[in-house]
């Protein structure tokens, strides 16, 4: 039972990338994505519940959209017009209708120019 994330690399700044996680075999009620940036603590990015609940933070309101597709159990994140502070390791997260929840391996997002 694991995540697989993928997607991430390196971007300009305005740039766009898509990050994409898959949550085979397990069911779940939140999937999203938690980002650590050097020096910082992981923090909580998008996060969408099975019954289509969404929350982002606020640095990626309006920025950053999260889908899923239930029948898949994928989970992706739409990241537009990034910035330097977007800059970060992301993380996969997926919480079961438990409290019990597991971490996918992380992927670098880089934004420089």
């Known amino acids: 039972v694991q995540l697989q994330a993928s997607g991430g690399g390196w971007v300009q700044p305005g740039g766009s990338l898509t990050l994409s996680c898959a949550a085979s075999g397990m069911n779940v009620n939140v999937l999203g994505w938690y980002r650590q940036a050097p020096g910082k603590q992981r923090e909580m990015v998008a996060t969408?519940?099975?019954?289509?609940?969404?929350n982002y933070a606020d640095s990626v309101k309006g920025r950053f959209s999260i889908s899923r597709d239930n029948a898949r159990k994928t989970v992706s994140l739409q990241m537009n017009d990034l910035k330097a502070e977007d800059t970060a390791v992301y993380y996969c997260?997926?919480?079961?209708?438990?409290?019990?929840?597991?971490w996918g391996q992380g992927t670098l997002v880089t934004v420089s120019s």
């Open positions: 969408t519940t099975r019954g289509g609940r969404i």
């Open positions: 997260y997926a919480q079961f209708f438990t409290t019990a929840s597991i």
